[in-house]
């Protein structure tokens, strides 16, 4: 490969893919085209779909477009990539065929809700664009009854979310004095909480939910869900209103390319390359395994220190140099409350013998911080 006109092209334009355009165009030389596709023509950061569910923030308001980023001299094609065809180094959508020299892929995941039978009828998915201003408003209106929030595969991405997301409509119900009135239980297929971060943070975790009357209920892997009534491997609930997590899967080009097995993510080790040449896969498309039973969590945090890791191998590899940069795992989330408070689990994935992980106590600070997460990095990347 020469140094004259190297096309690095982009697969999804969110946390890892816009991380990785920028890195790149900060540091490669300018015979480097980098070209970054997206299906959608805008960015919104996932953790602002809490905030629409409180009603501090609004859709249409929160979105920025992603051709911005042409100002900086990245080319940004808006097409769905039906295809990647590795030993051609090509890359197909509707309208073209196009080529790369290097290729990171960072489609992040899709939410399978088919494959629990009655979820789309029954319940609103919590992480879908289309439903959490639906939820906004049912929360408004509920008055009594049964709430129930599922998580039902894993791994999900944003291991906290789906907590905030309760601690935010316990706040919104207390704001409208009908707590009392409502019962919130919350189910789950891992034992504990937050499996990831460890007993010791998942029991604190627990507290802060018993401590607004919120029931845990782990060990429930959910199988169907009917009008009003969850199905699980063992046994049966019934709900009134239902907020579920629903699994997850690749995109359909990942398992056609033979990148990862049907049902599973493309697995890395934490140089983030894949087994074809000059390809990489970052962020939650991937599976990086930690221990036997550990994987890195599907974090933002997370996508954009791999896209940043990756970016710095490519910029060496293409001057001759060696690729130095390893995804170091450090990183954290933040777990809001609902309140104007904040916690944060700290971690430290790589951490020997075992993952390190801290669930700083909750602070307005803390709060202001995630809220500076997401004004820094739309400065920064587009
Ligand atoms: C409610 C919620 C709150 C969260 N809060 C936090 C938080 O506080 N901190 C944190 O670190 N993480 C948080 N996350 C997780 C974080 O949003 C994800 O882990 C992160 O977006 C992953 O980045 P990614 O680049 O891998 O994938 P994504 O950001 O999902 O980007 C993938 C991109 O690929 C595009 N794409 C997919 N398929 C195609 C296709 N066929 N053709 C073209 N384009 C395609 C998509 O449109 C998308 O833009 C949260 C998630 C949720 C749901």
Same mark, same amino acid.
């Given at each position: 490969?020469?140094?004259?006109? #190297?096309?690095v092209?982009?697969?999804?334009?969110?946390? !890892?893919?816009?991380a990785?355009?920028?890195?790149?165009?900060?540091?490669?030389? @300018?015979?480097?085209?980098? =070209?970054?596709?997206?299906?959608?023509?805008?960015?919104?950061?996932?953790?602002?779909?809490?905030? #629409?569910?409180?009603?501090?923030?609004?859709?249409e308001?929160?979105?920025?477009?992603?051709?911005? +980023?042409?100002?900086?001299?990245?080319?940004?094609? &808006?097409?769905?990539?039906i295809?990647?065809?590795?030993?051609?180094?090509?890359?197909v959508?509707?309208?073209?065929?196009?080529?790369?020299?290097?290729?990171?892929?960072?489609l !992040?995941?899709?939410?399978?809700?088919?494959?629990?039978?009655?979820?789309?009828d029954?319940?609103?998915?919590?992480?879908?664009?289309?439903?959490?201003?639906?939820?906004?408003?049912?929360?408004?209106?509920?008055? @009594?009854?049964?709430? !129930?929030?599922?998580?039902?595969?894993?791994?999900?991405?944003c291991?906290?979310?789906?907590?905030?997301?309760?601690?935010? +409509?316990?706040?919104?119900l207390?704001?409208?004095?009908?707590?009392?009135?409502?019962?919130?239980?919350?189910? @789950?297929?891992?034992?504990?909480?937050?499996?990831?971060?460890?007993?010791?943070?998942?029991?604190?975790?627990?507290?802060?939910?018993?401590?607004?009357?919120i029931?845990?209920? /782990?060990?429930h892997?959910?199988?169907?869900?009917?009008p009003?009534?969850?199905?699980?491997? &063992?046994?049966?609930?019934?709900?009134?209103l239902? +907020?579920?997590?629903?699994?997850?899967?690749?995109?359909? @080009?990942?398992?056609?390319?033979?990148?990862?097995?049907?049902?599973e993510?493309?697995?890395?080790?934490?140089?983030?390359?894949?087994?074809?040449?000059?390809?990489?896969a970052?962020?939650d498309?991937?599976?990086?395994?930690?221990t036997?039973? +550990?994987?890195?969590?599907?974090? /933002?945090?997370?996508?954009?220190?791999?896209?940043?890791?990756?970016?710095?191998?490519?910029?060496?590899?293409i001057?001759?140099?060696k690729?130095?940069?390893?995804?170091? /795992?450090?990183?954290?989330?933040?777990?809001?409350? /609902?309140? &104007?408070?904040?916690?944060?689990?700290?971690?430290?994935?790589?951490?020997?013998? =075992?993952?390190?992980?801290l669930?700083?106590?909750?602070?307005?600070?803390?709060m202001?911080?995630?809220?500076?997460?997401?004004v820094?990095?739309?400065?920064?990347?587009?």
């Open positions: 490969m020469s140094d004259q006109s #190297i096309h092209l982009i697969l999804g334009a969110g946390f !890892g893919g816009l990785a355009a920028n890195e790149l165009k900060a540091s490669a030389r @300018s015979n480097v085209k980098i =070209t970054v596709i997206d299906k959608k023509d805008w960015f919104m950061m996932d953790l602002v779909k809490l905030w #629409i569910i409180k009603g501090t923030r609004k859709f308001t929160s979105k920025r477009p992603l051709n911005s +980023i042409t100002r900086k001299g990245i080319e940004f094609l &808006n097409e769905d990539v295809k990647i065809e590795p030993q051609k180094q090509t890359v959508t509707p309208t073209r065929k196009i080529s790369y020299d290097y290729l990171i892929i960072s !992040g995941v899709e939410l399978a809700s088919e494959k629990i039978p009655g979820l789309l029954n319940g609103m998915i919590l992480y879908d664009i289309n439903d959490v201003s639906k939820i906004h408003e049912k929360i408004k209106y509920l008055k @009594s009854g049964k709430l !129930g929030f599922a998580i039902m595969g894993m791994p999900y991405k291991p906290p979310a789906p907590f905030e997301a309760a601690f935010i +409509i316990n706040t919104m207390k704001e409208a004095g009908v707590r009392d009135a409502v019962q919130i239980d919350f189910y @789950s297929p891992a034992p504990l909480t937050l499996p990831i971060a460890g007993p010791e943070v998942s029991q604190q975790l627990l507290e802060l939910l018993k401590s607004e009357n029931t845990f209920h /782990g060990l892997k959910t199988i169907q869900v009917e009003n009534k969850l199905k699980f491997e &063992n046994g049966e609930r019934e709900f009134d239902l +907020i579920a997590v629903p699994p997850h899967k690749a995109p359909k @080009s990942v398992y056609d390319s033979g990148l990862a097995k049907e049902g993510f493309i697995n890395v080790n934490r140089d983030c390359k894949t087994m074809f040449d000059n390809v990489y970052i962020g498309v991937t599976s990086m395994k930690v036997d039973s +550990i994987v890195v969590p599907k974090a /933002g945090i997370f996508a954009e220190e791999q896209g940043i890791t990756v970016a710095r191998n490519i910029i060496a590899k001057i001759h140099e690729e130095k940069a390893v995804f170091d /795992g450090k990183g954290g989330c933040f777990v809001e409350l /609902g309140t &104007n408070q904040a916690g944060y689990v700290e971690v430290d994935m790589f951490s020997k013998p =075992t993952p390190l992980t669930l700083k106590s909750p602070t307005i600070q803390h202001q911080e995630k809220e500076k997460f997401e820094d990095r739309l400065e920064k990347w587009l």
